[in-house]
Nanobody
């Protein structure tokens, strides 16, 4: 049974930092990523990493502030979030995909087959 477990969310002031963690079990994944969903908004792509080679991609809205990286243990991924803004407030979801990057990063929701329960990140102004 596949399971993704996130941790690390919380309340932080604008300009602060948080690190989210995700650990997946049950099978090996080629790609893992982070998405987020703010109240009354659609779930959106944040960042992704291809396990083989470590290639990454991130949304323009978080470039230069958020970094996705692999842990030493397979199927463990982190999202380091710096210079947080109130508009980063959302539930953050870890996701895992059977697909590798191929010619382009895996950035669409439908490309991910497995999802965590989500962790709340709240940034106060």
């Amino acid at each position: 049974q596949v399971q993704l477990v996130e941790s690390g969310g919380g309340l932080v002031q604008a300009g602060g930092s948080l690190r989210l963690s995700c650990s997946a079990s049950g099978r090996i994944f080629n790609t893992m990523g982070w998405f987020r969903q703010a109240p009354e908004k659609e779930r959106e792509f944040v960042a992704t990493i291809n396990w083989s080679g470590g290639s990454t991609a991130s949304a323009d809205s978080v470039k230069g502030r958020f970094t996705i990286f692999r842990g030493n243990v397979r199927n463990t991924v982190y999202l380091q979030m710096n210079s947080l803004k109130p508009e980063d407030t959302a539930v953050y979801y870890c996701a895992a995909s059977r697909y590798g990057f191929g010619d382009s990063p895996v950035v669409t929701l439908v490309s991910y087959q497995y999802w965590g329960q989500g962790t709340q990140v709240t940034v106060s102004s």
